[in-house]
C-alpha cells in the first residue's frame, strides 16, 4: 500500500488588497509594498489595488510605473479631507464589487504593516467582518485603536456609548478574537456582502472619520465587529506627541 504523500488542496477565497494613500504617505511606501509582497498567500487568488487621492495624479503615475499596480485616481479639489478620505475608500469598493470576483476585500491603510500570515488569521476567524489589531499616535501616547460599545441598561439604549482602552487594553487584548466597536479600518477583511450593503461615507454637518461612520453603521444594522488582538500590525505613522527628543533615541519598533 502506497502512502499518499500529496500536499492536502487548502481553499483560498480570492481576495483584493485594496490600499487608499496619498503622496503624504510615501515616507514608508518602499518598505509598505515590500511587506505587502510578502504576505502569504497564493499569489493566484490576489489582487492588488491602490487609490491614490494625492493633489495631483503624479503620484498615482508614480505609483503605477516604479511598481507596476493598478492605481485609481481623481481630482479632489475642494473636498474636505474627511469627504477625501470616504470618497477614495468608496472608490476601492466600487473596484471590489464591479470589477473583480473577489468573495474577501482587506482594506489596508499604506502606513500599516501585517504580519505575513494576516490573511490566514483573518479568514480563520469566519466572520463578515474582522480587523486585525495595531496603535494609533507614538510613543507614550500610543494606544490601541479600538472602541468598545457600552453595555447600557435597556431604558438607555436609545443613546449611543463607546469607550477606548487606553488605560486597560491587558484585559481585552488576549490573542483571541473580540467583538468590538470599532477596530479602525487600517487592517479590516470584508467579505463582499458587507461591502454590498454598507459604504463609506461622510457627513459635512458632524465631521468625524469615515472608519467611525461605518462602525456606527454596522452597529445600527445589528452587524458585529470584530478584531483578532493575536494578529498585531505595525502602524508606522508619524505622530509626533509624546516623543522624548533629549533623552532617548527614538525608534519605531519599540
Same mark, same amino acid.
Given at each position: 500500500?502506497?502512502?499518499n504523500? $500529496? ?16 503622496? #503624504? ?8 509594498l515590500?511587506?505587502v509582497q510578502?504576505?502569504d498567500?497564493?499569489?493566484?487568488r ?5 487609490a ?17 499596480i493598478q492605481?485609481l ?11 477625501k478620505m470616504?470618497?477614495?475608500h ?9 470589477e473583480? %470576483?473577489?468573495?474577501y476585500m ?7 504593516f501585517?504580519?505575513?500570515?494576516v490573511?490566514? $488569521? ?15 499616535? %507614538? ?11 457600552d453595555?447600557?441598561? $435597556? ?11 487606553? =488605560? ?9 478574537l473580540?467583538?468590538t466597536?470599532?477596530?479602525?479600518? #487600517?487592517c479590516?477583511?470584508?467579505?463582499r ?5 454598507? =459604504?463609506?461615507r461622510? =457627513?459635512a454637518?458632524?465631521?468625524?472619520p ?5 462602525a456606527?453603521d454596522?452597529? $445600527?444594522?445589528?452587524?458585529? =465587529? ?9 502602524h ?6 509624546g ?12
Amino acid at each position: 500500500m502506497e502512502c499518499n504523500t $500529496e500536499k492536502p488542496k487548502v481553499f483560498a477565497p480570492k481576495i483584493l488588497i485594496a490600499i487608499p494613500t496619498y503622496e #503624504g504617505k510615501n515616507y514608508c511606501l518602499d518598505a509598505f509594498l515590500d511587506n505587502v509582497q510578502k504576505i502569504d498567500y497564493p499569489a493566484s487568488r490576489l489582487r492588488i489595488v491602490v487609490a491614490d487621492n494625492s493633489m495631483s495624479n503624479e503620484n498615482a503615475k508614480y505609483i503605477n510605473k516604479k511598481y507596476g499596480i493598478q492605481v485609481l485616481w481623481r481630482d479632489y479639489s475642494g473636498y474636505t479631507v474627511f469627504a477625501k478620505m470616504a470618497d477614495s475608500h468608496n472608490a476601492l469598493r466600487k473596484f471590489f464589487l464591479e470589477e473583480t %470576483d473577489c468573495e474577501y476585500m482587506l482594506h489596508l491603510e499604506s502606513d500599516i504593516f501585517p504580519p505575513s500570515n494576516v490573511l490566514w $488569521e483573518l479568514l480563520w476567524c469566519r466572520k463578515p467582518v474582522v480587523n486585525a489589531l495595531y496603535n494609533i499616535f %507614538d510613543a507614550s501616547h500610543r494606544t490601541p485603536c479600538i472602541h468598545l460599545q457600552d453595555k447600557k441598561h $435597556e431604558h438607555w439604549r436609545s443613546y449611543s456609548f463607546a469607550y477606548g482602552i487606553e =488605560n486597560f487594553w491587558h484585559w481585552f487584548i488576549k490573542g483571541k478574537l473580540q467583538p468590538t466597536y470599532i477596530a479602525g479600518i #487600517g487592517c479590516c477583511l470584508l467579505h463582499r456582502k458587507i461591502m454590498e450593503k454598507f =459604504n463609506f461615507r461622510n =457627513n459635512a454637518a458632524e465631521p468625524i472619520p469615515p472608519d467611525t461612520w461605518f462602525a456606527k453603521d454596522l452597529q $445600527e444594522a445589528g452587524v458585529q =465587529n470584530y478584531v483578532h488582538t493575536g494578529v498585531i500590525c505595525f502602524h508606522h505613522n508619524r505622530e509626533e506627541w509624546g516623543r522624548h527628543f533629549e533623552y532617548v533615541q527614538y525608534l519605531k519598533s519599540e
